[in-house]
């Protein structure tokens, strides 16, 4: 990052007043509020999935509905975990010094555990939608469904991006 005098202000690259430091300390701050509405939706969900196996309706699915929710506990498992992993990594390797490198591990493990929830909440919807239907629109809706999350999470993002920086 080079810094740039502008009379007795520093101006980063990105056009703020911040020093490589404290420019990791706001995108830490940032990236934990982000993380912390996700965190909250996967462990209710995780949570509910987790109690299904225990109710009557369980023993009556077919087996691949079975299957389909071993799938999905299995993904919102590793998607808790990609979610909870930057609150782990910022606790281990708090006090060293290394927060810029931290926050990019911590934006990956973040951004893993987004298309972890995106697979979560595809295989949840597929195995709700065959148990309450039983019927072939089932795909359909499902495509509709991820495409909307699809545009959400990553195309409406990456267009902005696109269209409004520079670099």
Request: glycine fraction near 8%; charged fraction near 20%; charge should be positive.
């Amino acid at each position: 990052m080079a810094d740039r005098e502008h009379g007795a202000d520093l101006v980063n690259d990105w056009g703020r007043h911040e020093t490589e430091e404290e420019r990791a300390d706001r995108k830490w701050t940032e990236l934990i509020q982000e993380v912390r509405v996700a965190q909250t939706g996967v462990q209710i969900l995780f949570g509910f999935l987790l109690t299904v196996v225990f109710t009557p309706k369980y023993g009556q699915l077919e087996q691949t509905d079975k299957t389909i929710y071993i799938v999905t506990v299995v993904l919102g498992a590793a998607t808790t975990g990609a979610l909870i992993g930057p609150v782990s990594l910022h606790r281990l390797v708090s006090g060293r010094r290394i927060k810029p490198q931290a926050v990019e591990w911590a934006s990956r493990m973040t951004f893993a555990g987004l298309v972890l929830l995106l697979a979560t909440m595809t295989s949840s919807l597929v195995l709700i939608l065959r148990v309450a239907t039983h019927n072939g629109a089932v795909t359909w809706i499902v495509t509709g469904v991820v495409a909307w999350y699809l545009l959400c999470w990553f195309g409406v993002p990456l267009w902005t991006r696109h269209r409004h920086t520079t670099r």
